[in-house]
């Protein structure tokens, strides 16, 4: 009697701690005309059937979606042919590349393909999807047929537990066992410290009751936590990273790690990459913006999200990873609006001193795109000496032309902040944060005004703490600038030796990049001093625009 009493009180504490029974999301749905969406694959485990399937959710949401005869799905009409053969990018990774819960012509890869006409966008990406499963497949691929122009693999935190195939992956994705044989690769680390591939069944033995009880719910998601913690999933994934740029580079494809999701988990393994030499983007949207989900399926981006990964993608693609292509066209179409875009971006990102002339005239040409004024403002916000009354006109004509750009906000208040006029720059920035949450250089100029301002209608010193910290762990406390601006924050709320401490690891990190460091030190004084800084910013920054 008395354990049936402990179990049932336990079970209530479970309920009212927010666990429920085990159910599975998304398991109520029908698929036309196969009854199925996978096909059993020898190496990948699964992979989509070929054709046209409808696929509808709780007998209300329908969409479909269009798959080859290799299973990729399709990024045009499959009537539109092309002679000769346009270069091809790849695109790798899971659901939300997939264009998983959305139509064929919503999906990321078919609006890439409208952005980049001059190339055949391949989407080899998959629901459920490792990043395991993308270097198998791009091994697989190069094996067997030419080469692409580019291949990119697009990342997200949430797929280290994939590449083990962990208990709670496998409890989430054993249900759809139904929509097809869902064997999956895995890979682990061995003793040696080398990677090891198999190969397991889709197959999650649940303890009993799991779907009854919310108390063996909460246990058993206890249980996978301390097998996930076990398990170096990171360094798995940092691994087949590294793997996949490595196959590219051995036959010579550009290819770059496209990270889309706004995590700091996820920026940090971008930054692995790029220590590593491996080509990064990041084409994150706002995972905290209801309209970015799509309300049938709340696991997966809406079209308004798949959109904005499309247009940050294209961007990256052809002004870094394909740069080389877009001088080519440039010098048989001196003229194209878009191509000096793409090279305006690059050449300012290197410091040429050519950028503006090509971004001049893609201002001229494309009145209605924001991201050329954006571009040509950013142009004169990064000169020495700064001119200021310009950067301003083009910044504020991006935002006319795109209230919702993050970056026109970001930008633009720093541009503010750094003429003195901190009360609007306060407004600009945070509302930059709004529209993109995790902005580490918005964050990190939003952090120094709240922290040193004068002005005390603007001084917010804890929230200031809290950006700072942010923007430092997202860039792994690389940037002297970020670190000065903590200790600053640090210092505002009274935790002075905190701040001294922050402050000469700002001056140690600035030194040993060869940066300016004496108002580091002049600061650093104040700190031992107990005293607070109040000014505006004062160099050492980095570039407006991060």
Known sequence: MMLVVTSAAAEVAARLLGYTPFLAKNANIRVEPAGRLYRKHPTLGYAPIPGRQQICYDGKYRWYATHDALGHRITHPIAEIHSPPRPQIWLFGCSYTHGYSLNDEDSLAWRLQE??????????????????????????????????????????????ERNPFLRQRRKMVAPFNRLGPLTQPYAQLGADGTLRVGMADSVYREPPLLRHSALVNALDEWWNRGEANRTPVREISRRLLLEFAQVAKQRQVASCVAGIQPSTK???????????????????????RDDN????????????????????????????????????RLAVDPTDPLTNLYCGVHRLSAGAGDARDCLRRAADSLPTDYRSRYWLGMSFANEEPVQFELAERELRASIGLAPESAESHASLGQLLSRQGKQHEAVELLHAALVLRPRMPHAENELAWLWATCSDEQIRRPQEAVALAQSACRQTQGSIPSYLDTLAAALAATGEFEQAANTARQALRLAQQQGQESEFIRQ??????????????????LPQIGG
């Open 266 to 288: 996820t920026q940090v393994m971008l930054e692995a990459c790029r220590q590593a030499g491996v080509a990064t983007l990041d084409i994150s949207f706002n995972y905290e």
């Open 115 to 160: 952005r980049l006409p001059q190339y055949e966008i391949v989407n080899f990406a998959a629901p459920g999807y490792s990043t395991l499963h993308s270097v198998i497949q791009l091994r697989e691929a190069l094996a067997t047929g030419p080469a692409p122009r580019a291949a990119v693999l697009l990342y997200a935190q949430f797929h280290d």
């Open 523 to 540: 600061r650093l004084r104040l700190y031992e001093q107990r005293l607070p800084y109040r000014s505006p910013r004062m160099p050492l």
């Open 293 to 328: 989900w799509n309300p049938a399926d709340r696991w997966h981006p809406s079209l308004r999200a798949n959109e904005e990964m499309a247009e940050r993608l294209e961007l990256g693609l052809a002004s870094q990873i394909l740069f080389d292509d877009q001088q080519q």
